[in-house]
């Protein structure tokens, strides 16, 4: 349940961390400053997410996909340090979707991995009207 908690903490800190970007775009630039710092920040998640899979017992594929965010995360907080040439660090904005779109897909996946009570039965498609 741990993993799954952290897997939507971390898509709705992405979202934060874009709505933080767009303010430093359309108002002041002392919102890149909060935008840096949460980026910072928020790199706790999939670190986390990292350690909770082998502790929930979960299978590989979640602590592969933990392992990936990870990774990401880190090139996503580097990106920005490379200046030259420049175009290298415009790979931030693209890392960002990358990212965004990976921890969405493991956020839903992890719902598999949260077990069930005894005798509920799985949630079935509600039929065609």
């Known amino acids: 349940m741990a993993y799954l908690v952290v897997a939507w903490a971390f898509v709705a800190a992405i979202l934060v961390q874009v709505f933080f970007a767009g303010l430093g775009i359309f ?70 979707l990358l990212l965004f779109g990976l921890a969405a897909m493991t956020a839903v996946r992890a719902h598999a991995f949260v077990p069930r009570p005894l005798g509920a039965a799985p949630a079935k498609a509600a039929a065609p009207p």
């Open 27 to 96: 108002t002041q630039t002392s919102y890149w400053v909060v935008h840096r710092d949460f980026g910072y920040w928020i790199g706790i998640l999939p670190f986390a997410m990292l350690i909770l899979a082998p502790l929930g017992r979960l299978p590989r594929r979640a602590i592969i996909f933990g392992a990936v965010l990870f990774v990401l995360y880190f090139l996503q907080t580097t990106l920005p340090v490379i200046r030259d040439p420049p175009f290298i660090a415009a790979f931030h904005t693209v890392v960002a």
